[in-house]
Nanobody
Framework: QVQLVESGGGLVQAGGSLRLSCAASGSIFRFNAMGWYLQAPGKLRELVAAITSGGSTDYADSVKGRFTISRDNAENTVHLQMNSLKPEDTAVYYC?????????????WGQGTQVTVSL
């Protein structure tokens, strides 16, 4: 059974930093793209940052220059370094990964981790 487990969320003041991590476990044959999404109350889930298996990255305009996504293929983890946090970054952050197991590749989601940025 494949699991994605996020960690690193919490409460931080505006201007501060947090580092989110997502660890994948289970019988995984291949990791394809991995990414982080956020969902604020009453809003749709949206992409924050993504990274391909080759290391190419993409970011939402709102986080460019502040957030950095990285992956450790040996440890089956993906990280999101969030700097210069703003109150509008407050949301539940979800890890997403396209994984191939004994079944064809599909997307998996973590349970989410709360990030709250105070003034």
């Amino acid at each position: 059974q494949v699991q994605l487990v996020e960690s690193g969320g919490g409460l931080v003041q505006a201007g501060g930093s947090l580092r989110l991590s997502c660890a994948a476990s289970g019988s995984i044959f291949r990791f394809n793209a991995m990414g982080w999404y956020l969902q604020a109350p009453g809003k749709l889930r949206e992409l924050v940052a993504a990274i391909t298996s080759g290391g190419s990255t993409d970011y939402a305009d709102s986080v460019k220059g502040r957030f950095t996504i990285s992956r450790d293929n040996a440890e089956n983890t993906v990280h999101l370094q969030m700097n210069s946090l703003k109150p509008e970054d407050t949301a539940v952050y979800y890890c997403n990964a396209e994984l191939r197991t004994v079944f064809p590749a599909r997307h998996y989601w973590g349970q989410g981790t709360q990030v709250t940025v105070s003034l």
